[in-house]
């Protein structure tokens, strides 16, 4: 027992990828998984030019995009999500202020100025 026992459980609670309550290999739920989207060149030249201008997709953009695209919200939403990720990680943030403007979006780990950025930061609002 002890604070060393406590430690120990609190660590290993935390520790480890989060996963959600699912059962083990439920044939009915492997088909309902929907096969990953081959994106065509057209819809991503689309999604990083709306990256570039904005991090975070609004409702509005989300839904004009998936009009335009031909697809879901969801696929568009979850591109966001990936990106944003995939950005984080080739930052290997560890730096606080890159963090702080992450969380708020105005975070952009290029170093190559994105179309229309030739004015430095311009906090179009």
Known sequence: GGLGYVLHSILVRTAGPRTRKSRPKDPKKAEEKRPRTAF?????????KEFQENRYLTEQRRQDLARELKLNESQIKIWFQNKRAKIKKAAGVRNGLALHLMAQGLYNHSTMPTVGDEHGLDMHD
Do not use: H, N
């Open 40 to 48: 065509t060149s057209e819809q991503l030249q689309r999604l990083k």
